[in-house]
């Protein structure tokens, strides 16, 4: 089956604690995406990545970092520096940045304690 | 402002009813335009995908778009219980990557 992969699908993390979301594709697509999900909120973008090697801050890139050495994945750091972490993080993958169509993982829930 | 504003409900009707759900934008350069569906505690589904004014029909699904009024909606007709999700809009350029969301709409499909 093609799609999108997260793990975990909970997370709990303590304050000062750096913490990995997974993301995996195997849909052989450019793009990838994360985006946060607050209540009352729409989905805001943090970092994306066009090609391998190379991302570009989102709207909300501030106490996060990413990577991107292989195609199929797109792994995110919620780092200590990240104020108010707790949120549900979706990644997203579209063919190629041209694309417009974005298709979502199932999300993780982050929540720190 | 926010570039897309959308109800967020909860908005609850009877099965079988038509559903109405709308967003409205604030930059006339957005060039196409998606409606996602969430259930709750999953990932966004893509539902439907329009670059024109008008309307785009899928089964039950009608994406309708009004460029000039800056106004795009989604019909629900005979609705079930299983389309009870909250539901997202989402508008774009062409050859710019990023997406920009509404709030989305909760909605409830009374048995």
């Known amino acids: 089956d093609g799609g999108i992969t997260q793990s975990p699908k909970y997370l709990f993390r303590k304050e000062g604690q750096n913490v990995t979301l997974s993301c995996e594709q195997n849909l052989n697509h450019d793009a990838m995406y994360w985006y946060r999900q607050d209540p009352g909120q729409g989905l805001r973008l943090i970092y994306y990545s066009q090609i391998v090697n190379d991302f570009q801050k989102g709207d909300i890139a501030e106490g996060y970092s990413v990577s991107r050495e292989k195609k199929e994945s797109f792994p995110l750091t919620v780092t200590s520096a990240q104020k108010n972490p707790t949120a549900f993080y979706l990644c997203?993958?579209?063919?190629?940045?041209?694309?417009?169509?974005?298709?979502f993982g199932p999300g993780t829930r982050l929540t720190v304690l | 402002q926010k570039e897309v504003e959308q109800d967020p409900g909860p908005l609850s009707v009877p099965e079988g009813a038509i559903v109405s759900l709308n967003c409205t934008y604030s930059?006339?350069?957005?060039?196409?335009f998606m409606w996602y569906r969430q259930y709750s505690r999953k990932g966004p589904e893509l539902l439907m995908y329009t670059y024109s004014s008008g309307n785009k029909e899928d089964g039950r699904f009608t994406a309708q778009v009004d460029k000039s009024s800056k106004y795009i909606s989604l019909f629900i007709r005979d609705s079930q219980p299983s389309d009870s999700a909250t539901y997202l809009c989402a508008v774009g350029n062409f050859g710019n990557e990023k997406l920009t969301f509404g709030t989305g709409t909760r909605l409830t499909i009374i048995p």
């Open positions: 997203a993958s579209s063919i190629d940045r041209l694309a417009n169509e974005q298709f």
């Open positions: 930059n006339s350069a957005f060039q196409y």
